[in-house]
């Protein structure tokens, strides 16, 4: 399965962006679909994570209320939507799969390709 993101663009601050995770075959109920982020000069951190089975979701304490991941199982795709954005959320996003929860890179195997997230003041 190769991941495939899309959806980045300018938002204004306080706007909203939906960015799409697509995963060219299926996704096993076994998976977990996680986004992460990159700012100029950052690390990449995690930002939010699915549970592709269960549904069962996960986020970081930054985006928390603002922003929802979910998933559409007929569709192999992932859905981060991001509401109330602010300059901290400019990044560019990534999506990931893996086997295993986690909040750093090693706990997912395969990535898609950035998706840039501009927020405009």
């Known amino acids: 399965v190769q991941l495939q993101a899309s959806g980045g663009g300018l938002a204004q601050a306080k ?6 995770c697509a995963g060219t075959g299926r996704i096993f109920s076994s998976a977990v679909v996680g986004w992460f982020r990159q700012a100029p000069g ?5 930002v939010a994570a699915i549970r592709w089975g269960s549904g069962v979701r996960y986020y ?5 209320g603002r922003f ?4 559409s199982s007929a569709e192999n795709t992932a859905y981060l939507q991001m509401n109330s954005l602010n300059s ?13 929860y986690g909040t750093t890179d090693k706990a997912y195997k395969k ?4 998706t840039l997230v501009t ?3």
């Open 68 to 71: 929802t991941i979910s998933r």
């Open 119 to 121: 927020v405009s003041s």
């Open 111 to 114: 990535w898609g390709q950035g």
């Open 60 to 64: 970081a304490d930054s985006v928390r």
């Open 88 to 100: 901290d959320d400019a990044a560019v996003y990534y999506c990931a799969m893996g086997s295993e």
């Open 15 to 20: 706007g909203s962006l939906r960015l799409s």
């Open 42 to 46: 950052k690390e990449r951190e995690f």
